[in-house]
């Protein structure tokens, strides 16, 4: 059966808050040589991606613009010289980062190469809610962090997005686990591996933490150089300059920033066995379908959600 040539999707005219966000019809993407056209069936929603609406994220090279970059679904057809997967198998990612990839529509054109095969027991709402922030996690805590076996991490914002995949990795790994949370989420944040959760404006009281884990940037970066025993390092989530950099060497430390990039290898080498194997398990606070897209970037930008939110387009 043909695919359609039309598709719903989730479009911004120009850069505004949460209403400018608009379901409308565009074209079904061709893909190209070495890509395959994604049946999307569900896509995780971003802080990169109401960022980007609000016009200080990436750039957009033209409108109107679909927003999104993670997502699952089927593969639909493949382009000339992509052999690696076949027409109706599963498949999750984070194609194009950080050029537009159009997530938030019922099709999608990923290269291959950023794509991976879904473990048969994961849902497409489960496997949208991984690609960016797992592949966020694993760089920043074995590609930067160097992260081995016993040693102890500390996880700023241990409830959200890459915080709660990031405990989950380091627990996995064998390391001590400490997370900063709300009371509200102590328990959530234990259930994930950590073995001790900290209030956000206490974490002056860690010590002795080989890596730790910033997802905030600005103060909270110098806060956690307190915590961090000399040789160890800071790994941040929202950009490094030199003050950062002076900062660290006047405490003896390392930084570094992680800045994200598609690996289908990663996700589909890394991260899916822990997935098949229930070593990692992605928390969906909510889902939405396509038409409130508006509403679930309303809710992202509060701030309080616990795990991830994502669109259920099946």
């Not at 966000?21 to 890509?35: K, Q, S, Y």
Request: charge should be negative.
């Amino acid at each position: 059966m043909a695919e359609p040539t039309t598709m719903r999707a989730a479009l911004i005219d120009d850069f505004g808050p949460a209403e400018v966000l608009r379901v409308g019809r565009v074209p079904v993407p061709v893909p190209g040589p070495g890509e395959v056209l994604v049946r999307v069936r569900a896509a995780g929603i971003n802080a990169i991606d109401w960022a980007t609406r609000a016009g200080h994220g990436v750039g957009l090279p033209a409108f109107p613009a679909v927003l999104g970059w993670d997502i699952a679904g089927t593969v639909a057809a493949t382009g000339p010289g992509a052999d690696r997967f076949t027409e109706g198998e599963a498949v999750f990612g984070m194609p194009l980062f950080p050029a537009p990839a159009g997530a938030y529509a019922e099709y999608a054109v990923a290269p291959e190469a950023h794509l991976a095969r879904t473990p048969p027991a994961t849902g497409h709402v489960a496997a949208a809610a991984l690609p960016m922030v797992a592949l966020t996690a694993w760089e920043t805590l074995f590609g930067h962090g160097g992260l081995r076996a016993g040693q102890r991490v500390l996880v700023a914002g241990a409830s959200g997005g890459v915080g709660h995949v990031a405990v989950q990795l380091a627990a996995d790994a064998g390391a001590e686990v400490i997370g900063t949370a709300s009371a509200r989420n102590r328990e959530f944040v234990l259930s994930l591996g950590a073995k001790e959760v900290v209030a956000h404006d206490m974490v002056r009281e860690v010590m002795d933490v080989d890596l730790a884990v910033d997802p905030m940037g600005g103060a909270e970066f110098f806060r956690l150089l307190d915590v961090v025993r000399p040789g160890g390092v800071v790994v941040t989530l929202k950009g490094e300059g030199p003050e950062h950099r002076r900062a660290a060497e006047e405490h003896k430390v390392r930084s570094a920033f992680t800045y994200v990039r598609p690996d289908g290898a990663v996700l589909e080498e890394k991260i899916a066995p822990l997935l098949s194997a229930g070593r990692l398990r992605p928390f969906v606070d909510r889902t939405f379908p396509l038409d409130e897209v508006a509403q679930a970037h309303a809710l992202g930008e509060q701030g309080h959600v616990r795990g991830r939110l994502v669109l259920d387009l099946s």
